[in-house]
C-alpha cells in the first residue's frame, strides 16, 4: 500500500485549483514524435487530456495502486488508451526509448535524498531518445509562506489539511484531517541543476509558470525542460 492510496478518494478537491499546467503539458506531448511517458501519473489528471490530445496511446507509471485504480476507470470514460503501470519511478525502464517523459505537480519532491532524486534523473536520461526532452515542475522553497503555514490547520477545498515543515530535513509533511499523510522533499535551483547534469541532460528552459513566465528572484516555481543531448 502507498501513502499515497488515501488520496486517492479526495484527489480531484485536492488538485481542483490545479488546471493550468495541463496545457503546458499538452503542448510538450504535441511536439514530441514518439513515446510519451508520464511518472507519477495518479489519477491521470493530467495524462488523460495529454492523451487525447496525441489520439495515441502514452504510459503512466505510479506507485499507488488507488490513484491508478482511478487513472483506469477515467481513461475508460474518455475512450483514450493509458497504459498504466504500477511501479516506483525510480525503478522504471523503457523498451522503447521516449520522445517526452514528464512529472507535474511537484511529485518528484515524493523522492526523500539526492540519490533517490538522482536515480530517477538517470533513470530518465536512460530512457529518452538523443534530443528527447524531460520536463517538471516542482516548487520554490519559501521561507515566508513556510513561516505563515507552518502547523497551522486551514481548510483547502473543503479538505481539512496542515503542512508541518521540517527544515533540518528539507521536508514538508502534509496531513489530512483523516490522518493521512505524504512527505515532500525540496530542493534548491543548484540541486536541480546538477541534477540535470550529473544525469547527462541539459537545460532547455527554465520558467516560473505554466505560461513560459520567465524565472526570477520572485519566482514560486520551477517549471524545468531539460533535454537529452541529439
Ligand atoms: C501530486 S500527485 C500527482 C499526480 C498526477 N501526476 C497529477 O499531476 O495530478 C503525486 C503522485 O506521485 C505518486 N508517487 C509518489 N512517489 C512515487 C514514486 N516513488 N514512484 C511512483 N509514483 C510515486 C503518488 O502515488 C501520486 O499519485
Known amino acids: 500500500m502507498s501513502s499515497y492510496d488515501a488520496f486517492a478518494p479526495i484527489y480531484d478537491d485536492w488538485a481542483s485549483h490545479m488546471t493550468e499546467d495541463v496545457a503546458f503539458y499538452v503542448g510538450l506531448a504535441r511536439e514530441a514524435d514518439g513515446p510519451v511517458v508520464e511518472l507519477a501519473v495518479g489519477n491521470g489528471r ?16 505510479d506507485s499507488s495502486p488507488a490513484m491508478l485504480e482511478v487513472a483506469r476507470e477515467r481513461a475508460a470514460e ?3 488508451e493509458l497504459e498504466l503501470r504500477e511501479e516506483d519511478m525510480r525503478d522504471f525502464t523503457l523498451a522503447e526509448p521516449a520522445a517526452l ?38 516548487f520554490v522553497f519559501n521561507p515566508h509562506i513556510a513561516a505563515e503555514m507552518d502547523g497551522k490547520w486551514e481548510e483547502h477545498a ?13 521536508r514538508i509533511d502534509l496531513e489530512l484531517g483523516t490522518g493521512a499523510k505524504v512527505s515532500l522533499w525540496w530542493a ?4 536541480w541543476e546538477g541534477l540535470i547534469e550529473v544525469a547527462g541532460l ?5 520558467y ?8 526570477d528572484e520572485e519566482s514560486r516555481e520551477f517549471v524545468w525542460v531539460a533535454r537529452k543531448p541529439a
Open 46 to 61: 493530467v495524462a488523460i487530456p495529454v492523451a487525447q490530445a496525441i489520439a495515441r496511446p502514452m504510459l503512466g507509471i
Open 78 to 80: 474518455a475512450g483514450v
Open 101 to 138: 517523459i514528464y512529472c507535474p505537480f511537484r511529485a518528484m519532491l515524493h523522492l526523500p535524498t539526492w540519490r533517490d532524486k538522482r536515480t530517477v534523473f538517470e533513470r530518465v536520461a536512460a530512457a529518452l531518445r538523443p534530443g528527447g526532452r524531460f520536463a517538471w515542475n516542482v
Open 158 to 170: 473543503g479538505i481539512r489539511n496542515r503542512v508541518t515543515h521540517v527544515p533540518a530535513d528539507n
Open 188 to 191: 534548491t535551483r543548484s540541486e
Open 202 to 206: 541539459e537545460v532547455e528552459a527554465l
Open 208 to 215: 516560473s509558470g505554466f505560461e513560459h513566465e520567465p524565472f
